[in-house]
């Protein structure tokens, strides 16, 4: 009897381990980047924002590009604000890789480089 019962709460252990395991893997995957630019970055500012366009651009394309929310600081401040304030974004340009209840997975802002940007979408199996 004693057996039955310890190898019942086993069981009931495992099952509750492997959701918990389920979970956590679906938390891990990304539900949407989010690029936050400037049209009408200036001064030093403007090689960076054009170089990070290039990047995102270039690796986000196929089905990486369903993924991607691209948002104008200049053109739609509106838009901008609350990832911004939510993920306190000290400089622009910024890309967010969220999941699908908006955790934060990943984040870079202001020079993004290829190798990073590469080594996270890998990560991520993307």
Avoid at 65 to 80: E, F, G, N, P, S
Avoid at 86 to 106: C, H, K, M, S, T
């Amino acid at each position: 009897m004693a057996k039955g019962k310890i190898g019942v709460a086993v069981i009931v252990v495992l099952a509750i381990l492997g959701a918990a395991v389920l979970t956590g893997a679906a938390a891990t995957q990304v539900d949407q980047v989010v690029y936050i630019t400037r049209s009408k970055a200036c001064g030093c500012s403007a090689k960076t924002v054009k170089d990070a366009d290039a990047l995102v651009n270039q690796n986000f394309t196929g089905p990486r590009h369903a993924l991607l929310k691209r948002i104008d600081y200049d053109t739609d401040r509106q838009a901008a604000v609350p990832y911004i304030g939510e993920y306190r974004l000290i400089q622009l340009p910024a890309l967010l890789f969220l999941d699908a209840r908006g955790n934060l997975l990943w984040m870079k802002a202001g020079d993004l480089s290829e190798p990073e940007i590469t080594a996270q979408l890998g990560k991520f199996g993307m």
